[in-house]
């Protein structure tokens, strides 16, 4: 099993060792798409997947979902976490082993879902709806010192629900003066790159695993996909993700690497636990 640079307690004094330089945009991949995002002491989880209920769930399946890196942190050592985000309802990006410890580490949590999902998300946390927070892409939302604009996903269509609610989503957030893609489980559809080039993007966080029929889950951009669709939008570092975490649907970064470097696309590759800093 593949170690992470950081794990448990070095994680954490990593986490606070960043404080120091609050005004740097600081990074850390928790796998699969789970990011720990940190600015001026504030902080943002994206898509944490911190359990293997995963694993016990397909366990005598045909597509056993088998760990490949073991888990940075235990979601209940998270205690200083502002806000975490669901883009969507698979499991590996809605939680609930994960979720509900994070709400319990951090009772003014605010958890941020697609309208579309909120019925779902609620049912499976065991919340009242009223508990979590919404986006769309109608408009702008701010948390904390967070602002979110929804940009839709297609994992691997466009789907919305009966009130034309995008199911999907990937977010842009602006923090200070920095702006950070995170585009969820997507590919690439007509319209994406015009959409994300309305920001000036500081980081694009993609996913590299590609598609392929055969494992029987929805499928994501390919890493020289991913390449492209950064470059397209002129991100000034993209960071890969969706790989190294279930042994029958991950893929080899190299392929990535290879075509940031084709395109003269700036990237940063990542191992679970490490962080990323921007200086000021």
């Not at 001026?40 to 597509?63: I, N």
């Not at 883009?87 to 509900?100: C, F, V």
């Not at 998300?121 to 508990?131: F, G, T, W, Y």
């Not at 602006?174 to 920001?199: F, I, K, Q």
């Amino acid at each position: 099993m593949i170690k992470p640079a950081l794990k448990d307690q070095d994680f954490l004094d990593d986490v606070a060792l960043a404080r120091r330089r609050p005004q740097d945009l600081h990074l850390w991949w928790l796998g699969q798409s789970g990011f720990l995002l940190q600015w001026q002491a504030s902080h943002l989880l994206f898509d944490p997947y911190l359990s293997d209920s995963l694993t016990a769930k397909y366990s005598a399946s045909q597509t056993p979902h088998v760990r490949m890196t073991e888990r940075v942190v235990a979601p209940r050592c998270l205690d200083f976490v502002d806000v975490v985000t669901s883009s969507h309802n698979h499991t590996d990006h809605l939680d609930a082993e994960t979720l509900n410890a994070l709400m319990q580490a951090n009772p003014a949590l605010q958890v941020l879902v697609p309208a579309a999902n909120r019925a779902f998300a609620a049912a499976r946390l065991q919340v009242a709806p009223r508990q979590l927070a919404t986006v769309d892409v109608d408009g702008p939302m701010q948390l904390g010192p967070f602002t979110f604009h929804a940009v839709p996903a297609a994992h691997e269509q466009l789907e919305t629900d009966e009130e034309g609610r995008h199911k999907f989503l990937g977010l842009v957030v602006e923090v200070g003066p920095w702006t950070v893609y995170h585009s969820g489980d997507t590919v690439r559809y007509e319209g994406l790159a015009r959409r994300l080039r309305r920001w000036s993007i500081d980081v694009a966080i993609l996913p590299i695993n590609g598609r392929d029929p055969s494992r029987g889950v929805a499928g994501n951009l390919s890493g020289p996909e991913a390449a492209q669709l950064a470059r397209d939008v002129e991100a000034r570092l993209v960071v890969p993700c969706h790989y190294e975490m279930f042994a029958f649907n991950s893929a080899s970064p190299a392929v990535f690497v290879a075509a940031a470097r084709a395109l003269d696309q700036p990237y940063r590759v990542l191992r679970n636990g490490e962080r990323l800093t921007l200086a000021s």
